[in-house]
Each structure stands twice: as structure tokens, then as C-alpha cells.
């Protein structure tokens, strides 16, 4: 919805303004109408379209302001910042195999085992291996599978915020170790061709000559419209930045499951290998 907002406000600024009026007072105007209630869903704008805004009211010259709005009005962003359900569906599938897991370590440790026990007492016989085995290292394979949930769940936490792009997402500590660089390099991407009309204001965007900003800056000089090639490499981006997401993902689910297999493997002979011995003994 902030994107909805952020679209609205370049729009109606861009036709709103007035000829004696600088762009920032006809924005704040803007800002104020009760309408954007509707386009933000009740949320400020923030973020990535929140930086750009003011950004655009920073500029002292009124014609580079007006300029600089008219090629945001027409970007098409609207949908293309979604969350997908592909990614809801993977933190689903996480959440129900963890607690899974949960359920089968909680009731064979608080019931299955002790029972084991109190009948190899009853027999006077040794606990088998694998009970031994269970019991020394039943809380390192609960530990290992809690922390790769919890590092999951960080960095869906931090896929979403990059989806959403948070302010100064990009400098944390999570940005620079956790993701893949694949990720990193679609997100930066994509900013930089969001802050591209703002890029002769010092600080904003990439100053730095790269691909992308030589094609920008040749669409300048032709009859091409900015706006339109801009919305078209950032639905690019985003694709790539979306299945790299999901590759990441997949790749946690993938480790995290395997692990509970493991783990319920281990339950499962632990299990057993007591029940044969007892059979044997009666």
C-alpha cells in the first residue's frame, strides 16, 4: 500500500502544483488529503518511497523538482512489491514441521522413554545404545533444529523487509552475511534504479559509472520514456530478487527438514531396538 500511496502523491503533485508554488509545499498539501487514508490502508508511507519523497522536496529548483516528479508519476509500482504466497507457504511449511518435530521429541522424552526405562529396571537389564545414545544427544538435536528455525525465521523477517524495503535495510549486519549475494546484488539494483532521477543530488543513489546507470542516462538523450524503461528493469530485478528469496528459502526448509529426518530416525530406533529386547526377555 505504501507504494499506492507513493504513486497517487506524484500524481496529483505533478498536476496539482501550482506555477508560483515549489513542488514540497503542493506535496505536503497532498500528504494531507484524507483520500490517501484509502491508497496507504491506513499506513504512513515509509521506506524506499518515503526517501524519495522527501528527497524530491530537498530540491531548491523548482523546474528539477517538477521534473524529477513528472517521470516518478508514471512508474508503474503498484503490485510489483507484493509479498508472494510462495513465500508464505515455505514459513507455513517450516512452522509445521518444527512443531512436529516438537510433538514427537516432547512426547517420547516425557513418555515413551521413561517408560523404557522403568522396564529395563523391572528386568534388571542394561539400557540398550541407543538409548544411551538418545539421552546424551537428544538436546544438541533440539538445540541445532531450534537455532536453524529461529535463523529461518530471521531471514524471512529480513526478506520481507526487503520486499517492503525498509529504510536502511541494506547496512545491517543480517544484509551483509545472512542472504545470498545474488539477493544483495537485485536489491541494490533496484533502488539504484528507483533513486536513478535523483541521482545529481549529492547522497542519493549510486554516483558510481555501472551498466545501469550508462543506460539510464543514454535514455535521457533519446525519445524514450524514462519512466517506462525504469518500471521495465526494476520488474526485472524484482523477478530475480524474488527467486533468489526463494532459492534461499528453500535451501533453509531443505537443511531444516533433513535434520528433523534425522532426528525422527533416531526416535524411531531408539524406539524399537528396546521393544525387540523386552520381546526376547518375556
Known amino acids: 500500500m505504501t507504494w499506492d500511496l507513493f504513486g497517487y502523491i506524484c500524481r496529483k503533485s505533478s498536476v496539482d502544483c501550482k506555477d508560483n508554488e515549489h513542488i514540497r509545499e503542493c506535496i505536503k498539501r497532498v500528504k494531507n488529503e484524507k483520500i490517501c487514508e484509502v491508497y496507504s490502508g491506513n499506513k504512513p508511507i515509509r521506506g524506499l518511497p518515503k526517501l524519495i519523497i522527501n528527497k524530491i522536496e530537498q530540491i531548491e529548483d523548482p523546474s528539477k523538482a517538477r521534473k524529477v516528479i ?51 529396571k523391572n528386568f534388571n537389564l542394561e539400557l ?64 539504484e534504479i528507483a533513486l536513478f532521477p535523483l541521482q545529481e543530488i549529492r547522497g542519493v543513489g549510486n554516483q558510481n559509472k555501472n551498466l545501469i546507470i550508462d543506460h539510464l542516462n543514454s535514455i535521457k538523450k533519446t525519445k524514450l520514456n524514462l519512466s517506462v524503461e525504469m518500471s521495465a528493469l ?5 523477478k530475480r530478487l524474488l527467486d533468489n528469496c526463494e532459492a534461499q528459502m528453500k535451501v533453509v526448509s531443505v537443511v531444516i527438514a533433513s535434520l528433523i529426518l534425522v532426528a525422527i530416525f533416531c526416535f524411531i530406533i531408539s524406539a524399537y531396538s528396546p521393544m525387540f529386547i523386552i520381546g526376547d526377555v518375556i
Open 128 to 191: 540398550p545404545e541407543s538409548i544411551l545414545l538418545y539421552q546424551q544427544y537428544w538436546i544438541y538435536f533440539v538445540l541445532i533444529i531450534l537455532l536453524l528455525f529461529i535463523s529461518a525465521l530471521i531471514i524471512g523477517l529480513k526478506i520481507r523487509s526487503l520486499l517492503q524495503f525498509t529504510e536502511d535495510v541494506e547496512r545491517g549486519v543480517l544484509f551483509n552475511y545472512l542472504l545470498f549475494k545474488r539477493i544483495k546484488t537485485s536489491y541494490l539494483r533496484i533502488v
Open 234 to 238: 526494476i520488474d526485472i530485478e524484482l
Open 70 to 120: 513528472d517521470i516518478y508519476k508514471d512508474l508503474r509500482l503498484n503490485n510489483s512489491f507484493e509479498i508472494p504466497k510462495r513465500f508464505k507457504r515455505v514459513f507455513s511449511y517450516l512452522f509445521v514441521i518444527f512443531i512436529v518435530f516438537c510433538s514427537i521429541a516432547g512426547v517420547y522424552h516425557l513418555k515413551v522413554l521413561p517408560s523404557f526405562i522403568d522396564a529395563f
